[in-house]
């Protein structure tokens, strides 16, 4: 059985920092990409950032780079957000997905149960 299961979310204030982990069982971690997304309330899902079995990152928001790092432990079958200088809009339930390449994370049928995000101003 695959699962996936997020990590690291909780209140923070505004400029601070979280982590958010992402472990993933019942799969050959090595073979999969990992990609995060999130949903605020009201809005859609929207995605964060992938990351592929070779590395390779794909940010899908522009106002993300420099604030949000995505980065793999394929020894800990774990993904991490880092996510810094948080801000209010940033809050919501953050998921990760699996697939085996970026292209297709967003549709892809195995995610987590996701975690909540909220930052205070």
């Known amino acids: 059985e695959v699962q996936l299961v997020e990590s690291g979310g909780g209140l923070a204030q505004a400029g601070g920092s979280l982590r958010l982990s992402c472990a993933a069982s019942?799969?050959?971690?090595?073979?999969?990409?990992i990609g995060w997304f999130r949903q605020a309330p009201g809005k859609e899902r929207e995605g964060v950032s992938c990351?592929?079995?070779?590395?390779?990152?794909?940010d899908y928001q522009d106002s993300l780079k420099g604030r949000f790092t995505i980065s793999r432990d394929d020894a800990k079958n774990t993904v991490y957000l880092q996510m810094n200088e948080l801000k209010p809009e940033d809050t919501a339930v953050y998921y990760c997905?699996?697939?085996?390449?970026?292209?297709?994370?967003?549709?892809?049928?195995?995610w987590g149960q996701g975690t909540q995000v909220t930052v205070s101003s």
């Open positions: 990351i592929s079995n070779s590395d390779g990152i794909i």
């Open positions: 997905a699996a697939a085996r390449r970026c292209a297709t994370v967003a549709v892809s049928y195995y």
């Open positions: 019942g799969i050959t971690f090595d073979d999969y990409a």
